[in-house]
């Protein structure tokens, strides 16, 4: 089966070896995940080179440990619309630091490539009946992306908007310098009147916490945008509590942002996206619809704090992002301010807030958490997933 390398028609030595079936001792050779978890310790001192194939329902962390034992990880598409093997990919380069070959094999589409590219592949297998001419074309033809993935380009909405501002990292530092003692209402203002007017959103997700936030920002301006991404997979109890804040809080300009009809309909047909490659299925109802909601502002307000998961304890006030200025009001504030604040504004609280959710996303990807585990810990419980991927942190720690 023709290789594609980096971008040209490669030799492959490779050797892929079905199920039990001989390994040669004189060429390199790519094992089946199950065989080498069989017999790890058989293959350490094997003279040849050492790869391995998984099948897109099996996860990188059973190799995570050794890693560095394999030339080559191939990971199967085995049908159009299982992508889980993006994520293992992203997985693989962005968490587990692997630097070797990345290979995709099976059901590998010619117009995926440019995305499985940024994803982290470098290697792909094609189909013996695909003229390759067409498949080198289609690795130069497409040079920006609408979605962004692990290679840390900025996909063409970010391109552009950065053409046209000035830079966002000067401006947040500047910021930071006078208003790093702020935090909470004070910040806000600062922001809202002085920094931004008329040029600032907020964005809310209406879970636990929310009502703090937009009523601070409902205090010093209650007409500030406000962006809601209504992904269609909130629990009822969201939407209405939703409701029911805008009105306690007279909030004059929530926007509930969704997704374009074709794309969903395009990338995520029977709505079971979510279970199959959750990252891309926040790109496609979360990422997205926020750089499109986005546009025309330069900053933008986000409720999150330090104390929610180890990820977040180096959030600051302050911070720049893409061409945006971020700030983060509450960053430092502790769930006791929290709590304090409720009882405080007598604020609303969300109706499953006192049932075991203290962090409340979309249903099929929120867990009730348990007494003393971290607020988040209940997000993507089943997954390697730790955020959506709305927030872009530079000066996150992921372990
Ligand atoms: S949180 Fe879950 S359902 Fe919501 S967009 Fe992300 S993967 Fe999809």
């Known amino acids: 089966m023709p290789l594609i390398k980096h971008g040209r028609i490669a030799d492959d030595p490779w050797v892929t070896v079905d199920g039990d079936a001989p390994v040669p001792d004189d060429r390199?050779?790519?094992?089946?995940?199950?065989?080498?978890?069989?017999?790890?310790?058989?293959?350490?001192?094997?003279?040849?080179?050492l790869g391995i194939r998984m099948k897109s329902d099996q996860s990188p962390e059973a190799i995570r440990d050794r890693l560095e034992r394999f030339e080559v990880v191939a990971l199967e598409f085995p049908e159009f619309g299982d992508g889980r093997s993006y994520s293992h990919a992203?997985?693989?380069?962005?968490?587990?630091?692997?630097?070797?070959?990345?290979?995709?094999?099976?059901d590998v589409l010619r117009d995926q490539v440019?995305?499985?590219?940024?994803?982290?592949?470098?290697?792909?297998?094609?189909?013996?009946?695909?003229?390759?001419?067409?498949?080198?074309?289609?690795?130069?033809?497409?040079?920006?992306?609408?979605?962004p993935?692990?290679?840390?380009?900025?996909?063409?909405?970010?391109?552009?908007?950065?053409?046209?501002?000035?830079?966002?990292?000067?401006?947040?530092?500047?910021?930071?310098?006078?208003y790093g003692n702020l935090d909470g209402q004070a910040l806000i203002r600062a922001a809202i009147e002085r920094e931004f007017p008329g040029g600032i959103a907020a964005v809310a997700s209406f879970g636990a916490e929310s009502a703090v936030l937009l009523?601070?920002?409902?205090?010093?301006?209650?007409?500030?945008?406000?962006?809601?991404?209504?992904?269609?997979?909130?629990?009822?109890?969201?939407?209405?509590?939703?409701?029911?804040?805008?009105?306690?809080?007279?909030?004059?300009?929530v926007r509930s942002v969704t997704p374009e009809a074709d794309d969903r309909l395009a990338q995520d047909p029977d709505g079971d996206l979510w279970r199959r490659d959750p990252d891309r299925c926040c790109d496609l109802l979360k990422v997205r619809p926020l750089a499109r909601a986005l546009v025309g502002f330069d900053a933008w307000i986000s409720g999150r704090k330090r104390f929610?998961?180890?990820?977040?304890?180096?959030?600051?006030?302050?911070?720049?992002e893409d061409d945006r200025v971020k700030i983060n009001p509450l960053a430092r504030w502790t769930a006791e301010q929290l709590r304090?604040?409720?009882?405080?504004?007598r604020l609303p609280a969300h109706p499953l807030a006192g049932s075991g959710y203290p962090s409340i996303g979309c249903r099929p990807c929120t867990a009730k958490v348990a007494s003393g585990e971290p607020p988040r810990s209940g997000r993507w419980a089943n997954a390697e997933k730790t955020e959506c991927g709305i927030h872009k942190a530079k000066w996150a720690t992921n372990d």
Request: with cysteine.
């Open 28 to 49: 390199p050779a790519i094992l089946p995940l199950d065989r080498w978890l069989g017999e790890p310790e058989q293959w350490q001192g094997r003279n040849g080179g």
């Open 90 to 106: 992203r997985l693989l380069r962005e968490r587990f630091g692997f630097r070797g070959e990345l290979r995709a094999v099976g």
């Open 114 to 147: 440019q995305f499985m590219h940024r994803c982290g592949f470098d290697a792909f297998e094609v189909d013996d009946d695909s003229p390759l001419d067409a498949w080198l074309e289609s690795m130069s033809e497409i040079g920006c992306s609408y979605q």
């Open 149 to 178: 993935a692990s290679d840390g380009r900025p996909p063409i909405g970010a391109l552009r908007h950065a053409a046209r501002k000035p830079d966002a990292e000067a401006r947040a530092r500047s910021i930071l310098g006078r």
């Open 215 to 253: 009523d601070l920002i409902a205090q010093v301006d209650p007409a500030t945008p406000i962006i809601f991404l209504e992904t269609g997979k909130h629990f009822e109890e969201t939407l209405a509590y939703r409701d029911r804040l805008v009105a306690h809080l007279g909030l004059t300009d």
């Open 308 to 320: 929610h998961c180890a990820l977040r304890s180096g959030l600051p006030t302050v911070e720049a």
């Open 340 to 345: 304090d604040a409720f009882a405080r504004r």
